[in-house]
């Protein structure tokens, strides 16, 4: 008797772990065909059909404003001397700006893959605009110190300084 109710309450936490994790792609789901939706109606509502690209079936999309000068080949380890504006998409809301400050980043897994996939669009001293779904960003998870809420669809603009490889 007591295997047979060992035996059902794992049975049973096994289901809720198994529950759990489809919820959770569910709701995954769910939220990029939001941010799908609200990108593509930004696009269409600011006329960018002609200058936006998307990234594959990522969601990313961006535009190159200046392609820069060079023949760099991005790695996980490419490093990148940025500048960027940080705006929610859907409110303009200033999130963050770099000014003079230029900081370097690796492109492996220091980086939101937003900018993995949107940075190597171009060379040293291009700009790239990219427009992130939230699961390319911070996903659901808010980000109190920066005033960026959950689920958050985000615009920035990078300036790419230099590139070491």
């Given amino acids: 008797m007591k295997r ?11 289901l809720q772990a198994c529950k759990k994790t489809l919820v ?11 941010d799908d939706a609200i990108i593509q109606q930004y696009i269409v509502d600011n006329n960018l059909q002609d200058s936006v690209q998307r990234i594959d079936t990522s969601g990313v999309y961006y535009i190159i404003r200046k392609p820069g000068s060079g023949n760099d080949v991005y790695t996980n ?5 940025v500048g960027f504006t940080t705006r929610v ?6 999130i963050f700006q ?4 230029h900081p370097t980043y690796s492109l492996g897994s ?3 893959r937003a900018w993995q996939l949107g940075i190597p669009q171009v060379q040293e001293g291009g ?9 390319y960003a ?6 109190p110190s920066l005033g960026l809420p959950a689920d958050a669809i985000l615009d920035f603009e990078i300036t790419v300084y230099n590139i070491q490889n």
């Fill in 77 to 81: 380890s490419t490093r990148v001397t």
């Fill in 89 to 94: 998409l859907t409110t303009g809301q200033l």
């Fill in 4 to 14: 047979v109710l060992v035996a059902i309450l794992f049975i049973t936490v096994a």
């Fill in 127 to 135: 700009v790239v605009r990219i427009l992130s779904p939230s699961r």
């Fill in 110 to 112: 220091n980086i939101i």
């Fill in 138 to 143: 911070y996903g659901p998870y808010p980000q």
């Fill in 98 to 101: 770099t000014d003079q400050f």
């Fill in 24 to 34: 959770g792609e569910e709701r995954y789901r769910e939220q990029a065909a939001k």
